[in-house]
């Protein structure tokens, strides 16, 4: 199950080597995905037709990984986003740490009611804090297309 994974075609005049020369522009090159303060839009790697990218936009713009592919033969741009695994990683270690302090903090107690309680809250929280970061993820996707498409001057097509 993949959770905040999107993909969308994008339809664009452009052929490979001008669509990489105008990202290469717009791009801070990078092997690692990782926030860097750049007056260049984007922040990442980009090859023949491929790239891999995240935007400079902050505080947010590492929430999302960008993968695209140019297909030469009509022009068409593939676009797979994906929640970057730094935010993946932060749920993980906060949902087992919260249910860590849960098991240790009623290790003694027997009464029903109070862990049905925590559960209840610790799921609640769990669900919370899961919408915050898909929020965080959204809004960078968003913006990074907005962005790409105003450099790149793409029309979007229906996946």
């Known amino acids: 199950m993949k959770l905040s994974t999107d993909q969308f075609k994008f339809q664009t005049s452009l052929n490979s080597l001008e669509l990489s020369s105008k990202l290469q522009e717009q791009t801070y090159s990078s092997r690692s995905l990782v926030m860097i303060r750049t007056s260049k839009t984007f922040i990442g790697s980009i090859t023949k037709g491929e790239f891999k990218l995240i935007s400079s936009w902050f505080p947010l713009g590492s929430a999302c990984v960008v993968t695209g592919q140019l297909n030469n033969e009509n022009g068409q741009l593939e676009l797979i986003t994906s929640l970057h695994i730094a935010f993946r990683a932060l749920f993980i270690i906060w949902l087992l740490t919260m249910s860590v302090l849960f098991v240790i903090g009623h ?9 049905l309680t925590e559960v209840i809250g610790l799921l609640i929280g769990a669900t919370l804090f899961r919408l915050f970061i898909h929020s965080a993820y959204a809004r960078a996707r968003n913006k990074f297309i907005s962005q790409l498409s105003e450099i790149l001057d793409l029309n979007k097509r229906d996946v």
């Open 107 to 115: 290790m003694s107690t027997n009464e029903l009611t109070s862990w």
